[in-house]
């Protein structure tokens, strides 16, 4: 059975912190993705990585930066949190020999900054 | 202009009845299209696939693909309580596009026992 894990479900920081949501996956998958969801805006793409080292900039990059030192880890980093940046995270994975790009996601991680 | 539009709901049925949840795109490149479901507070789960035009039966479901229209519907027949989740499509080139893809917004379904 596929797994995505996320370091935690829910976390609450404060304005300024440096915060890192962390994400794994068991299947190899080489595709590793980091959104955020919104209400009223869907999942919108921060940051994806298609290798080990490689990371592309999705649709809202700004105020984020990612880490992938091996294949089954995807670090999301929010190097200064700020209120604005709370929202639900959602990581998730997809193998390139799938044929459709199908995605495997995590639980999510609910992110308040206050 | 989005590049994959989703009826924004909420929906609310029925327990029995038929649901019709829709997707519109304008992308012609997407070739793989799919249907996620998300309860409340959990991470969305692949509930089926489509590969171009068609239709797959999974079941209570049915995802139909009409490529000419760009346009994507998933049935759901008999719905129950459990069905109460948000539906969400997504669309893929998938091999010209490093295995990203397009999401709707969701639509939020309820079924009322």
């Known amino acids: 059975d596929v797994k995505v894990t996320q370091s935690s479900r829910y976390l609450v920081k404060r304005t300024g912190e440096k915060v890192f949501l962390e994400c794994v996956q068991d299947?190899?998958?080489?595709?590793m993705f980091w959104y955020r969801q919104d209400p009223g805006l869907g999942l919108r793409l921060i940051y994806f990585?298609?290798?080990?080292?490689?990371?592309e900039k999705g649709d809202i990059p700004e105020g984020y930066s990612v880490s992938r030192e091996k294949k089954e880890r995807f670090s999301l980093i929010l190097e200064s949190a700020s209120t604005n940046q709370t929202s639900m995270y959602l990581c998730?994975?997809?193998?390139?020999?799938?044929?459709?790009?199908?995605?495997?996601f995590g639980p999510g991680t609910r992110l308040t900054v206050t | 202009q989005k590049e994959v539009e989703q009826d924004p709901g909420p929906l609310s049925v029925p327990e029995g009845a038929i649901v019709s949840l829709n997707c519109t795109y304008s992308?012609?490149?997407?070739?793989?299209f799919m249907w996620y479901r998300q309860y409340s507070r959990k991470g969305p789960e692949l509930l089926m696939y489509?590969?171009?035009?068609g239709n797959k039966e999974d079941g209570r479901f049915t995802a139909q693909v009409d490529k000419s229209s760009k346009y994507i519907s998933l049935f759901i027949r008999d719905s129950q309580p459990s069905d109460s989740a948000t539906y969400l499509c997504?669309?893929?080139?998938?091999?010209?596009?490093?295995?990203?893809?397009?999401f709707g917004d969701g639509t939020t379904l309820t079924v009322k026992p």
């Open positions: 998730a994975s997809t193998s390139l020999t799938s044929g459709s790009g199908e995605q495997y």
């Open positions: 299947m190899d998958h080489e595709n």
């Open positions: 990585s298609y290798d080990v080292k490689m990371k």
């Open positions: 992308n012609s490149a997407f070739q793989y």
């Open positions: 489509t590969y171009s035009s």
């Open positions: 997504a669309m893929s080139a998938f091999r010209t596009n490093a295995g990203k893809s397009t």
